[in-house]
């Protein structure tokens, strides 16, 4: 029991890593703040799950790329479950596009869903940590932002953002128990591949799996666990000493 008796709130929990992440930070008995922007029906199928393991679990509909309702969901949030110790920023989007066809409306997208909802939850969370002395907040970002994928220029952007905002954040506020790490996932199981590459007409269908099997070394997709176990490992004591770090889960794609 890791995290036996600590409250946490985990940003699109409602399916894939978010609620990988919600269950097995309930498994070690944390309570758990189940957030989703329109898959409620998901989000109250983690929450059920959350209960089952008697925790407490508080399901909260929220954009997190609209500052002003974070604050209100950080506010439901320590009102059903009391102060928030552990924030999990899981929200991300990854779409494709060559570099002429990224329109100003995709960049915004990309960048308010996977870089400014990580900033908005942070500042909104942290101070609060800070007075109590303790706190965690991982940063579920992805690969894109340390090679520079391919036709991902707004996503390699954004979490190359995250990058640098999970540094100066551990720098701010490591002396005061928090740590601050960034989660780097590789191609993961259950997420569907980019649709761009089926509109290709020179690509054929099994191009994705393929190329899964040339440029991953361990020959196969991540799970969505294993990105779970070690954010269980990170929100715990044990990772104390962890601060400021980007962990890459990749299979071998990328090395750090």
């Given amino acids: 029991m890791l995290l036996s008796g600590r409250n946490a709130l985990i940003t ?10 919600a269950r097995a930070f309930a498994k070690e008995g944390a309570n758990i703040v189940v957030n989703v922007r329109s898959s409620i029906a998901e989000g ?5 799950d959350v209960r089952a393991l008697g925790r407490k679990c508080a399901l909260l509909v929220a954009d997190v790329t609209d500052s002003s309702q ?9 009102a059903e479950l009391g102060p928030i110790d552990i924030l999990v920023n899981s929200v991300g989007i990854a779409p494709m596009a060559r570099l002429k066809d990224t329109t100003d409306e995709r960049w915004d997208q990309v960048l308010k869903t996977s870089l400014f909802s990580v900033f908005y939850c942070s500042r909104e969370l942290v101070e609060p ?4 002395g303790w706190g965690r ?3 579920i970002g992805g690969v894109a932002g340390i090679r ?14 995250v990058i640098g905002f999970t540094r100066a954040v551990s720098n701010e506020f490591s002396e005061f ?3 601050c790490n960034h989660v780097a996932p590789g191609h993961m199981e259950n997420i569907p591949k980019p649709v761009d ?12 799996d393929r190329w899964i099997r040339e440029h991953v070394p361990v020959g196969r997709r991540g799970r969505a666990q294993e990105i779970a176990d070690m954010c269980v490992y990170l929100a715990s004591d044990k990772g104390s000493y962890i601060t400021g770090q980007t962990i890459p889960i990749n299979g071998g794609m990328v090395f750090v």
């Fill in 12 to 21: 699109g929990s409602g399916r894939n890593i978010g609620a990988a992440i």
């Fill in 44 to 48: 109250e199928a983690v929450a059920a």
């Fill in 70 to 78: 974070v604050k209100k969901m950080a506010a439901q949030a320590v």
């Fill in 129 to 132: 940590m800070k007075e109590r």
């Fill in 137 to 139: 907040i991982i940063n």
């Fill in 148 to 161: 520079g994928s391919k036709f991902k220029s707004a996503n390699a952007a954004a979490k190359a953002g």
């Fill in 177 to 179: 128990g928090i740590t």
């Fill in 197 to 208: 590459w089926d509109q290709q007409p020179h690509m054929d269908p099994d191009y994705y």
